[in-house]
């Protein structure tokens, strides 16, 4: 099952309607989408507008990708879950977005194990064209390494000291 979601704050139309024209050839393949407040909706997919946390992440445990804007909250999901994520950033200059944080976040991401950029609409129906191959994420943990702790708690100390 493929699980498309674009978030809790934006629609993402251009993603969702490129998945949904795929959907349309691939009827065999189960899918569903979180769609947000879009202003078209899939005719090929099952969607929601909204989901509860605890429905989403039923969902990307069942899934074998997940297809996403480039949210740093469904990313780590899709990492901790071990699933292949194939993100989509929104852009500003389509008026997807405030600014491009998503562009430099997706810049940021790929080539990670399990993350898989699409830039633009081509790419998406690559990637789940080639959706079987895509390997998943390495082991993640949703907790802070030992020595980010110990450096933050430095960096705290310090500051607390220098307030005395």
Not at 51 to 68: C, E, G, Q
Not at 73 to 98: C, D, F, N, S, W
Not at 106 to 135: F, N
């Amino acid at each position: 099952m493929i699980f498309i979601t674009v978030g809790t704050q934006l629609a993402f139309d251009r993603m969702v309607s490129a998945v949904d024209r795929w959907a349309a050839s691939h009827p065999d393949v189960r899918a569903f989408a979180q769609v947000g407040p879009a202003r078209e909706r899939p005719q090929h997919i099952p969607h929601d507008e909204f989901l509860t946390p605890a429905r989403a992440l039923a969902l990307m445990r069942d899934a074998s990708l997940i297809v996403a804007h480039a949210g740093m909250g469904t990313v780590l999901t899709a990492l901790e879950l071990r699933k292949p994520i194939v993100i989509m950033p929104r852009q500003a200059a389509l008026g997807e977005h405030r600014n491009e944080h998503q562009m430099a976040t997706a810049r940021w991401l790929q080539g990670r194990p399990g993350v898989h950029v699409a830039w633009d609409e081509a790419g998406l129906l690559d990637l789940l064209d080639r959706r079987d191959a895509l390997p998943g994420g390495e082991a993640f943990s949703p907790v802070a390494s030992g020595p980010l702790v110990d450096w933050l708690r430095a960096v705290v100390q310090d500051t607390l000291k220098g307030r005395q």
